[in-house]
């Protein structure tokens, strides 16, 4: 790997970390902001480290969801690092032991997609450490900063925050939207969810709406992602 | 509202997931059908929480400020704009309409 290359993976690692601090900071606002304290917060970036579940566990919360309705959302977003394993774990030469505990809690969209984009096997792993630590550092700097603004603010529907949440969400589905069939489950799923709302306890009409689609996914022919 | 219990499972099982993909083989996840599935679903949970943040509140469902806020990231995010301005200009289009 030439030193220019080096540079440039370190580069890109850095720029995906102040992304990731950024989206940090709405999330820390927005978790405390949905009645989680700052420490809950704060564990739930340092332990959980998956910005889309935790999003889902305290937005469900926040909406007077109940405790298994907000976890299995967080859940059901989490199950999609599964698929990032058998990849990582070929590009870092099959990690064992604490080593491999250690890859597993920071294998994520970024740190994944950042080592798959790489050609050569050295560059893919320093390509993946390098985006670990600048996420995982930004990402829980990002949560302290946000949780604790939060914490100081009188009312955080007057900031609009109450809008913050579901556009996070809309910013997250965006880059999926690509092709006939997402939007089609995406839009059957908003609309199953909101036709539920007014008859299951809050949270269930989400987990609801996501298991029509894994139906809609066994029933569908299998074609090309 | 119970918030440990929600944390430590998620977290749990988030972390469990992460450390099963590492552990498998690949062709236990290469199957048409899984993959589907696992592109399928997250589409699907971040509509519908979309969705129920936008107009639901507890079990009812109200159109508000929050609809103009989601509406104006929405512009946004046609425009390419990075999350925080997504996120920034939807809280920003909410809190100016509740000032009006």
Redesign the interface.
Known sequence: MSPERRREILRNAAGIGV?VG??A??FGALSVAA??SPL?TM??SL??F?G??Q???V???G??G???A??G??????????????????LLDR?RGWR??L???V??DETTAMALGQEERAAARLAFWATAVSAYSLWNLGTLVGALGAALLPDP??????????????????P??RGR??WL??????????AL???V??GV??IV??L???A???R?K??D? | MIIWPAIIVGTVTCYLFKLAGLSIPERLLDNPRIRRIAALLPVALLAALTAIQTVATGSRLVIDARLAGVAAGAVALLLRAPFLVVVAVAAGTAALIRLL
């Open positions: 992304a950024a989206y900071l709405s009645g989680l809950q564990v739930l332990v959980m998956t889309g579940s999003f889902a566990l937005l469900v919360l909406q007077g109940s405790w298994p907000a976890a959302s967080a859940i059901m977003l989490g199950s999609r690092n599964l698929f990032y394993g058998p990849r990582v774990a070929e990690p491999r505990l890859t597993a809690q294998t994520i529907k007057a900031l609009g925050l109450d809008a913050a949440a579901p556009a996070a969400f809309l910013a997250l589905l965006a999926r939207l069939e997402p489950v995406a839009l059957a799923a908003a609309a199953v969810a909101l709302v007014p008859v306890p809050a009409p989400v709406a996501a029509a689609a894994v809609a996914g066994l569908g299998p074609v992602p």
